[in-house]
Structure formats: structure tokens, C-alpha cells
């Protein structure tokens, strides 16, 4: 069985995080996994972090001399498992068997009603709608109407599980806060800056990521005099020596459809506290590591962590916690069976 995962580039994000998670841990043999993006990738997460031999294609290589090597990975495959927009277009046209998975609770897109007669048509050609979370769910039948339900499933994202306690090393990092995800409009780094500005000067922020709104960002940052407190790596570090460097993380989202990176500081023992919003709150066992766009409150929650090695301690293992059921293990024996309901 050959599944291929059609993407829009191999840059970093969490889709791309999730398709070389899945890849990596797979252990189905009858299943031979390819990658089709639409655009090369200068810097591709797929060749550098996927440790299986496995065929990269970009539709790019139409126009080369390798564009029979690309025909045959399109003609050869047995289902397209789909990430993205204008993915979702594009491959719909296939004959395959069709597999779309949703990753956020919106897009652009539902800002215009002729979308909403586009995307009618184009989701209606996948067999299947993976949605990431009940909370991606019912946005989209929200957008869509209930006449697409019989086909959606969720299946939530997972990580590699890590049991190394490092509760200790990252208390000595409390007073450093992190964040990762790319400058992009769903995303609400912006809110942390102005949360650095508020808390004592002790107090310092790092963000990992790239994207459009980074020079918006830079400005504020210069603004506001917070260029010795406000660190930003361009993916010139990994999360593993990231996570590292801070004692707290807090994911800021305007909207997220499941909050990858949240899950990932969560396995690392780190206090994690995220936005309330519909999707990533799914996570969470426990409100109090949730927060709304007040500063107040969430300056209240981080003083209260830090303020002895306890209450760290406390929030960290109940972090932990809710990240033990999202095991990417779990998440493959879900795709898996999917798979082989539509061969």
C-alpha cells in the first residue's frame, strides 16, 4: 500500500512536525510512505528529520528532466492523505482514494462566502476528513453544514513520548518564557511582548519561529526597549535545545486546531499554559493553565508557578500529565486503520 503525503512545502510547521512524527514511528510494514509537495524547499524538515529512506517529490520536477520519476509516484499511489490549503484543491483532482486532514478551527477563507461554494465541492471529493480535534470539528460544520459529518473522524495529534524527568532543570529556567510557532496571523506572539513589558524586568522571552508578521513584531520589540529581554531563533535551533533554555511555556494563539509545540513543552515537565480557545483547550484536564487575552490573569498564574519550587512542581506534573494520552502511537493505529477501509 502506498500512501502519499501531499503538502504545500517542507518548511517548518506543525502538519509538516506531524507528518515526519507519523512517518518515524510507523511500524506497518504493508504501508510505503512517499511525500509530494508542491514547491521545493530550500530548508526541508522532511530530508533532515525523517529517518527512513524515503521518496521526496515537489511538483516543481513537471518542468525537469524528472518529471517521469513524479508521474510514476502520482500514478503508483494508492491513497492521497492531503494537508492544507491549496493542497486540498489541487490533488482532489485524483482518482485515488482521497484523505483530507483539517489542522486548524479556521482559515482565511471562511471570510468569504464564495469559498464556502468552493470548498463544498472540493471537500465532497475525499473520502475522509481527519479532523485534529473535536474543536476543528465543529468549526468546520460550522463553515460547511451538516451534510459533510458522515465522513469527518478525529483523530488527535500525538508526540513521542519522553519519560525523562527534568523538572529540576527547568525550574532554574522559570523566569524564562517560551514560545514556538511561525509569525503568521493565528498566532498572537505579539500579546507576549506586551506581557514582557509588564512583568518584572527579571523576566525574559523567547520565541522559535519565522514568517510574515516577524518585522511587525521586531518594531514593537524595538518600541518597547525589550531587545536584551525578548530572544528570537529564525529555526536556527531545534525544539529539543529550545525547550532548554526556558522554565515556562505559554502558547498565544488567535486560533490553533490542536497546538503541537503546547504538547511538546507539556512532555518536557514545563509548566504550559495556553489560550482558551476552541481546540487547543481539548489538551487540558485542568482550566487553570488556561488563560484569555489579559495579561493580568496570565502574569497572575506565572507568579503563582514560580513562586516557590511547589506550585512548579504542581503545575508541571499535571502538564505532564495531559500529554501522556496523546501518543503518536495511538495516533498511527487510528491513520492506520483508516488506511485500510479505503483499500
Avoid at 26 to 31: H, L, Q
Avoid at 139 to 149: E, K, R, T
Avoid at 224 to 236: H, P, S, T, Y
Avoid at 312 to 340: G, H, W
Wanted: aromatic letters at 14%; glycine letters at 4%; proline letters at 1%.
Amino acid at each position: 500500500m502506498i500512501i502519499t503525503h501531499a503538502i504545500n512545502n517542507g518548511e517548518i510547521g506543525g502538519a509538516q512536525k506531524l507528518i515526519v512524527d507519523l512517518i518515524n514511528t510507523n511500524i506497518n510494514k504493508e504501508i510505503t510512505f512517499q511525500i509530494i509537495t508542491l514547491k521545493k524547499s530550500k530548508k526541508n524538515i522532511f530530508k533532515k528529520d525523517i529517518k527512513t529512506n524515503i521518496k521526496i517529490f515537489h511538483l516543481s520536477m513537471i518542468f525537469s528532466k524528472d518529471i517521469f520519476l513524479l508521474l510514476k509516484a502520482l500514478i503508483n499511489t494508492d491513497i492521497f492523505h492531503v494537508h492544507l490549503f491549496p493542497s486540498l484543491y489541487l490533488f482532489a483532482f485524483f482518482k485515488q482514494k482521497k484523505i483530507f486532514t483539517e489542522h486548524s478551527t479556521f482559515n482565511r477563507r471562511r471570510n468569504f462566502f464564495f469559498f464556502k461554494i468552493l470548498d463544498k465541492f472540493f471537500y465532497s471529493r475525499y473520502s475522509k476528513i481527519i479532523c485534529i480535534s473535536h474543536g476543528v470539528k465543529n468549526s468546520l460544520i460550522n463553515w460547511l453544514g451538516n451534510q459533510i459529518d458522515f465522513k469527518i473522524i478525529v483523530i488527535y495529534n500525538g508526540i513521542k513520548i519522553n519519560f525523562k524527568n527534568t523538572i529540576l532543570q527547568n525550574y532554574k529556567n522559570k523566569n524564562n518564557i517560551g514560545m514556538i510557532g511561525n509569525f503568521i496571523n493565528s498566532k498572537n506572539q505579539m500579546f507576549l511582548i506586551k506581557l514582557i513589558k509588564y512583568l518584572p524586568s527579571r523576566y525574559k522571552l523567547f520565541l522559535l519561529g519565522y514568517g510574515p508578521n516577524l518585522p511587525r513584531l521586531k518594531k514593537e520589540i524595538n518600541i518597547l526597549r525589550l531587545n536584551k529581554r525578548v530572544i528570537i531563533f529564525e529555526q536556527n535551533i531545534d525544539s529539543k535545545m529550545f525547550f532548554k533554555k526556558i522554565g515556562l511555556y505559554v502558547q498565544s494563539s488567535n486560533w490553533e486546531g490542536f497546538g503541537l509545540a503546547a504538547l511538546e513543552a507539556m512532555n518536557n515537565y514545563l509548566p504550559t499554559f495556553t489560550s482558551n480557545i476552541e481546540g487547543i483547550k481539548e489538551l487540558y484536564n485542568s482550566k487553570y493553565l488556561l488563560f484569555s487575552n489579559d495579561k493580568n490573569e496570565l502574569a497572575r498564574k506565572i507568579f503563582f508557578c514560580n513562586s516557590n519550587f511547589i506550585n512548579y512542581q504542581k503545575l508541571a506534573i499535571i502538564s505532564k500529565k495531559n500529554s501522556s494520552y496523546f501518543n503518536i502511537n495511538r495516533t498511527n493505529i487510528f491513520l492506520n486503520r483508516c488506511y485500510r477501509e479505503l483499500i
